[in-house]
């Protein structure tokens, strides 16, 4: 069996910046068990696979350590693939997921790809809950958060971009909580928000560049302005960064909208023994 491989980087318009992701497309899918190999042999924070099903695609993504229910550099990556070296030539792309239905397009003008995903809204935790939580992640992160929200994600706010760029995580005691990881954020100096995300459950300690999250932190700033604003420049402070145009979107916010560029690195062939 032989399954052609592109590594791109996502969230990024050269290579070696950004979020890598591979992409793997297939006509029928193998066992979980291939694919989960396949995810760790490449050791990155994401593998995407697809495969055609009706008028899209069936898209999944794996980490190192298992199967996610919703990737948004992976998901740039794959579009990418699609449309820049598979001939892929309408305008929207559609791929039905864990997370339902996800549309990637691209813009009306300029390049870059666009996706939209649904919106995930942090519910504030307070009192006790929250002071012990505020008390962890000081500890845990290094520096003094301001306050705690949680969506599938715990969401540190922090002062300032000093304060994210500062953290310095201790990803033993981050692996004990409970759902998928943790992202810090706190208002940029040259942009809207920034933000770092620690995934050690995953294996992934940090993410460069995180879409998923950007469902999370969109409407947490959305809310944090009270809706005064529904479009955010955003970027994540990870060593190589990344830049994500975020906007809200849907009768009842209940959509973002994620613009992000691709970079190609590499194209390769997986040869597996039959």
Known sequence: MQIKLYQVDSFSDRPFAGNPAAVCPLSSWPSDDVLQAIAEENNLS???FFVPEGAGFRLRWFTPETEVDLCGHATLAAAHVLYRHLGYDQPSLHFFTRSGELIVRKPDTGSGLIMDFPASYPVAID???GESLLGFFAAALGVSPVAVASAYD????LNDAADVRAVTPDFAQLSLL???GVVVTAPG???DFVSRCFFPKLRVNEDPVTGSAHCELAPYWFERGQGQRSEFDAQQLSRRGGLVRCR???DQHERVELHGEVADYMQGMITLAD
């Not at 715990?154 to 706010?157: L, M």
């Open 46 to 48: 994401e593998t995407a």
């Open 127 to 129: 009192g006790e809950a």
């Open 154 to 157: 715990y969401i540190v706010e």
């Open 178 to 180: 409970d759902g998928r």
């Open 189 to 191: 100096d040259d942009c």
């Open 248 to 250: 809200i979107t849907g």
